[in-house]
């Protein structure tokens, strides 16, 4: 991969899927997006190629939102001056992530581009339906079902269902 100068190299996002509530009732496990129990995990895409670089999870989704895990996990696995490219859960006052909002000029559409890209992936991994419907086995074992699946995902992004392509280049001069 050439370093194009980019300060940021991947999108990250998070993926909720859905778990049977563990009992006993534990609101650690809520998730919004589907007003009930689930799972999250977070991944990485790199910009330019595309391709599953990092990946991390499962976290109850109640207790784990998008920006505790980059503080917990994501930040310490990036380079110096290096930012990741996210959605709003993750504004941090730019010091790690840039999170903008909107498509009102080229830099901003450019960079909706590189996440809506990211959505495609999410879309994949729901593709499978062991982890597009509720899960019925043990919690636990959702880690091992989804790595299989992202796997998968990867091995065919990388032969035969590539991604769309996306320009990417953020402007930064490096120091």
């Not at 778990?19 to 809520?30: A, H, L, N, Q, S």
């Not at 006052?93 to 498509?103: D, V, W």
Request: proline share 5%; net charge negative.
């Amino acid at each position: 991969m050439e370093d194009n100068g980019s300060v940021c190299l991947v999108t990250v996002d998070g993926t909720d899927f859905m778990i049977y509530e563990p009992t006993p009732f534990d609101r650690k496990w809520f998730s919004h997006k589907f007003r009930g129990a689930g799972v999250r995990y977070k991944v990485g895409i790199c910009i330019q190629t595309g391709w599953i670089v990092w990946m991390n999870g499962p976290f109850p989704c109640g207790s784990w939102p998008d920006l505790r895990i980059a503080r917990d996990w994501l930040h310490r696995e990036l380079g110096p001056e290096e930012k990741y490219l996210a959605d709003g859960g993750y504004v941090d006052g730019g010091q790690y992530s840039e999170t903008p909002n909107g498509l009102n000029n080229a830099d901003q559409k450019m960079k909706g581009d590189a996440r809506a890209r990211h959505e495609t992936v999410n879309r994949r991994f729901k593709q499978w339906c062991i982890l597009e419907r509720r899960f019925r086995h043990e919690p636990h074992l959702h880690a091992k079902v989804f790595r299989a699946i992202a796997n998968i995902t990867q091995l065919c992004i990388e032969r035969d269902e590539p991604l769309f392509d996306v320009e990417y280049y953020d402007g930064y001069d490096r120091v």
